[in-house]
DNA sequence: GAGGAAATGATAACGAGGCGCATTCGCGCG
DNA sequence: CGCGCGAATGCGCCTCGTTATCATTTCCTC
């Protein structure tokens, strides 16, 4: 789905009257690519690696820029460090398992949570626009030797 | 339960060989007192205007330490700030919501959503110890006036 | 092309949080 | 009842992620 989100975020920010810059356009690559969690200072490092070195200025302002638009997914997992992925708009939706030994962050989607949370939503005084879920944890590799 | 949840955790701090200073007993009765959620600032804050000022790196180590006895639950409400509440041990589980607009935070309970996320660390190659549950949108106050 | 607005880059500022060390204080023991 | 050990506290400094500032460059439009 990547160059779908690719040409969706063109349009998007096309659609905003926006203008594109050679730094914006290597960021959104590299989510594009990316497409799991990414941390601005990961994206700024590796775009630096790859002889395409972007502000950091530029890196976060695109990331605001695209949460904005509802481009991106931004998630927190706990460390004080926010992490950014393209959000997936055919209806798929995962969540996030965090290693608390490791740090690693694994994707998991189940329909149940997600069925409940919709039921929540609707029982609660409170309009839902987003959630996220981080179980936090061993992974299996971590567990092992714990 | 919050006279509950002090005795509990004096009795986890002696149990731990730990004694009870000053400051630290102070931010207990706070947490105590306060019952929601906490940031770390607002505890300080609080304290503070009480003319009860607790230094900021014992207000850390205290809620640090509490975080590791499982006296508190800490909860990332994704704006960089670290929360804290006390944390119940009666079984009673539950989450939160917050508001895009005026940044309050709700809590909630809701049964299915907890056995939703039981089957799915179950299903998992994961350990699953904790798990946050944040809701992000408008509360009723501001979807109002939206 | 020329003009103007948006985008970019470099850097400083800011805020949360952690660390180290000197000092204080609680608590058990003689 | 004092003594002393070690935990607890406070203070200041530092790190690090993130945001704001501002001059400069770049891209669209006419």
Not at 5 to 11: G, I, K, P, Q, Y
Request: charged residues 25%.
């Amino acid at each position: 789905m990547s160059e779908h989100w690719l040409e969706r975020a063109h349009a998007a920010l096309r659609a905003a009257g926006l203008r594109s810059g050679g730094g914006r356009e290597l960021v959104l690559e590299e989510l594009a690519a990316a497409g799991c969690l990414r941390s601005a200072q990961e994206l700024e490092r590796t775009l630096a690696d790859q002889g395409k070195p972007v502000s950091r200025a530029t890196v976060y302002r695109t990331l605001e820029l695209l949460h904005e638009l509802a481009l991106v997914q931004r998630v927190d997992t706990g460390n004080g460090v926010a992490h950014f992925e393209p959000a997936d708009h055919s209806g798929e939706h995962h969540h996030h398992t965090v290693c608390d030994r490791c740090g690693r962050v694994l994707t998991f989607a189940d329909e149940e949570l997600e069925a409940a949370i919709d039921r929540i939503s609707d029982r609660l005084p409170f309009a839902v626009h987003r959630h996220d879920v981080v179980l936090r944890g061993a992974c299996a590799d971590c567990a092992g030797r714990a």
